[in-house]
């Protein structure tokens, strides 16, 4: 047998250091202090807090924004030792997180290592998955979608195995399965793609007695949401029935514009178009000014991928890359026929798939008939990917300003460039201020809840007597909705503006000194806390300007805050 031609095990693994040592200093740099910490990931913080502290084990998972159904309570037992190990501190899961994602970019390195049989893919695509700027982003909070890559490149590594008679991972297979479908709710497309995968390439698994296996880790981690199913009528069920078909949350069909064929056509083009804009993203190449590129780059690992899994079908290149074709079709089926809103968190089920393509396509150029030219393209176009990444993610401190094509669309809330710092000082304040007394608090954001906030307050063993959520327009109207009957002696406001240029700051003024007229006009805002000292709250004149906390030349003021108010 011909030993096929590769980087020696030496030099890979030298590099693999390298690599994941860059991994791993992307994703933890400055994250205490630049991890973003909104309102999901306060309510996360609290479902593991009240499990470790009062033995609250939850039956379900994270709610699904918009639809009344639930994830799997997985992710909350993925986050308990971290979050105990941190007492009970953001930072515990955040690190974790960090370290899934340093574990993908190992993940990603083996399995091309194990099925393209080439360590140079898999130091080819762990680089580019290690400085990817989404992947990096989506590395340092806490969210349920972030653990999702790390388990979807186990659960393609467990297929493969199993597909080339590596029977011992059918039992994984099953356990990965069913925790990435608990992670993401997009996830549940893998169901039928792995069926489909399983039924084309018929795997031999001659020890009988793994199915059952299998089928049983399966079950075992979904035990808790199979008990919340019985005891609420399938309740959870019936709600991702509803969300496929196009219902709303009371179970009405939603209006419908066009026959079937029509709006599967709608949807095959959208979801043509966000996957797209999708591979542009993750590799740091913007459609709008990268277009020839990207274009090039996805046909030529597109077309080597195809040719790999049709010409060498046989082969366990052959097969990975089969697999990747087939994985990659169902959730392009599965986003055509989803009628709802696609956002950039959906994707994570193909965060690693890119890099797989690449690598694929730089092992065949590296050994291909164009020698030295070949090679050298291979090192170009890597170091220029890393490159413009690395220096992608400096720039914008890290993920601070959303790497996200759904800013707009979402509310442009991670764009503010919110870190948990800013929060922090915000729940000082109020600690500072309430010195003990009962308090309200009123949140006004673009698409965010309070939870985070109530989390920080909670630490410090500050409860609102009150909370309650608000919007801008209420704000703007005065809106008695938002308006607290109580006795409670201290009132704060908090308000969470979009990210927006100057020219397109909201007109209004809140009555008060006017929030768009600050020391640096030329900079947008992040956040104003404003103290009402009297029950009445109503925004009244300010009779003097904010007081401003000291910040470096460059940045934006942290913290606006009024002190008095005249009726």
């Known amino acids: 047998m011909v030993e096929r031609a590769d980087v020696g095990v030496r030099t890979a693994t030298v590099l693999l250091l390298l690599i994941n040592v860059a991994a791993t200093l992307l994703r933890l740099y400055r994250l205490t202090t630049w991890q973003h910490f909104f309102g999901d990931e306060g309510r996360e913080m609290f479902a593991v807090e009240q499990m470790l502290t009062k033995g609250v084990f939850p039956l379900i998972g994270p709610p699904l924004a918009g639809h009344p159904q639930h994830l799997g309570p997985f992710f909350y037992f993925l986050m308990a030792p971290a979050v105990w190990v941190a007492n009970y501190q953001p930072i515990g899961p955040a690190t974790l997180i960090a370290l899934c994602g340093v574990a993908t970019v190992l993940l990603i390195y083996q399995f091309c290592n194990d099925f393209f049989e080439s360590r140079l893919a898999g130091l080819v695509a762990a680089t580019g998955y290690a400085t990817s700027q989404v992947a ?53 497309i893998a169901l039928p793609a792995v069926v ?34 019985w005891m609420t009528g399938f309740r ?22 066009g026959g079937l064929l029509s709006r599967l056509e709608h949807g095959l083009n959208r979801s043509a178009q966000e996957l ?59 986003f055509g026929i989803y009628p709802g809103p696609i956002y950039e968190q959906y994707f994570v089920a193909l965060f690693p798939l890119p890099f797989l ?146 020219s397109a700051w909201p007109s209004w003024t809140l009555n008060v000194n006017p929030i768009n007229n600050l020391v640096y006009p030329d900079r947008p805002f992040r956040y104003v806390l404003v103290r009402f000292i009297q029950q009445n709250w109503a925004p009244r004149t300010v009779s003097r300007a904010y007081d401003e906390l000291p910040c470096d030349e460059g940045q934006i003021p942290p913290l606006l805050q009024c002190d008095s108010i005249n009726n």
């Open 136 to 188: 990096v982003y989506h590395s340092r909070y806490v969210w349920n979608p972030n653990m999702a890559p790390l388990f979807v490149v186990a659960v393609l590594y467990c297929l493969c195995a199993t597909i080339r008679s590596r029977q011992r991972f059918l039992p994984w297979l099953g356990l990965t399965l069913s925790i990435a479908t608990q992670l993401q709710p997009v996830l549940i």
């Open 196 to 229: 489909v995968i399983w039924l084309l390439y018929q795997p031999r698994v001659t020890n009988l007695w793994l199915y059952p296996l299998a089928f049983l880790l399966f079950m075992v981690a979904e035990v808790p949401l199979l008990i919340f199913e």
């Open 236 to 257: 959870n069920t019936h709600g991702w029935i509803d969300t496929f078909l196009g219902r709303k949350a009371d179970g009405t069909a939603a209006p419908a514009s």
């Open 276 to 334: 797209w804009q999708f591979f542009g993203r993750i590799l740091g190449l913007d459609p709008a000014g990268y277009l020839l590129v990207l274009a090039a780059l996805l046909a030529g690992c597109g077309l080597v991928l195809l040719v790999t899994a049709l010409r060498d079908r046989r082969t366990t290149p052959g097969v990975a890359a089969g697999v990747i074709v087939l994985w990659a079709t169902n959730f392009f089926l599965g």
């Open 357 to 502: 393509m690449l690598g694929l396509t730089a092992h065949r150029l590296w050994w291909s008939g164009w020698g030295i030219i070949g090679q050298l393209a291979v090192v170009a176009c890597v170091l220029a990917l890393a490159g413009s990444n690395v220096n992608g993610l400096w720039k914008y401190h890290f993920g601070l300003k959303p790497f996200q094509m759904d800013a707009d669309q979402f509310g442009g809330i991670q764009a503010a460039g919110m870190t948990i710092t800013d929060m922090q000082q915000v729940v000082d304040y109020i600690a500072e201020k309430t010195r003990g007394h009962s308090f309200n608090l009123v949140l006004a954001a673009a698409d965010d809840h309070d939870m985070g906030y109530r989390y920080l307050l909670h630490l410090k063993g500050l409860t609102p007597s009150r909370n309650r959520q608000a919007t801008l327009s209420q704000l703007k109207s005065n809106d008695p909705a938002i308006h607290y009957p109580g006795t409670a002696r201290n009132y704060f406001l908090i308000v969470q503006p979009k990210w927006r240029p100057q």
